[in-house]
């Protein structure tokens, strides 16, 4: 079982007891807001839990998720993302969620830091992309603090169901050596 921890945080493979919550962050519209806006059912978290919860760090062509465990509560408040490109296994995407009632307080930078430096130092992954909303001021900080470049604007690149019209998309990248 995959374990990666600094000080404050504990991030490791999703278990069927997190189904619960991971509801409780996934179901909230601030958190769908700019993550396709789907708002989760509790049976949508479970199988969010019994989908990945098997995957291992490292794996190619799927998103593997690690749920972030604020070790002092013992509770999880998040999930980190991987995807490591079928086609180029060393180029990944990730993605980053935190319960709002934790956000702002730096978890997210920790955790994304600890999952980048992982895949570039123990998986040699040559670069990590990111696709955000340009509205997701916090996302874009986040990269932003890590050191990723923007590399591309596609402009009226997907349909916002709220509000109903077409939103620009950045893509931002990080090369191994502009991290270590
Ligand atoms: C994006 C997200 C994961 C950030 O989590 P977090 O733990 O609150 O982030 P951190 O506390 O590590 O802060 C990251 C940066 O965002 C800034 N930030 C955090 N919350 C913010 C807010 N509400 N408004 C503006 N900036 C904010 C922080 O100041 C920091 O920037 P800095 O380094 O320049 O000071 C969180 O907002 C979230 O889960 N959003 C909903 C899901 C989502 O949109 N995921 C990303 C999809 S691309």
Redesign the pocket.
């Known amino acids: 079982m995959i374990k990666l921890e600094t000080e404050r945080l504990l991030l490791r493979q999703l278990q069927d007891e997190d189904v619960e919550a991971v509801y409780a962050y996934r179901s909230d519209p ?2 769908a ?3 396709s806006s789907r708002l989760y059912t509790l049976e949508d978290a479970k199988l969010f839990v019994f989908e990945l919860k098997e995957t291992q760090l490292g794996t190619v062509g799927e998103w593997v998720q690690l749920g972030i465990i604020l070790k002092n509560e013992q509770k999880l408040v ?1 999930d980190v993302g991987i995807k490591l490109n079928g086609k180029q296994a060393k180029i990944g995407d990730i ?4 319960n709002p009632a ?9 955790a994304v830091g600890l999952v980048l430096k992982t895949m570039f130092t123990e998986f040699d992954v040559h670069k990590i992309m ?4 340009p509205r ?4 874009e ?2 990269l ?2 890590w050191g990723f470049h923007k590399e591309a604007v596609f402009r009226k690149h997907y349909w916002d169901k709220i509000d109903q019209a077409w939103q620009d998309e950045y893509v931002y990248g990080l090369l191994k050596n502009e991290f270590l």
């Open positions: 601030d958190v807001r700019y993550q998040g993605g980053y969620t935190v934790y956000q702002n307080r730096g978890i997210a930078k920790e990111a696709t955000i909303d997701n001021i916090a996302s900080r986040l932003i603090h």
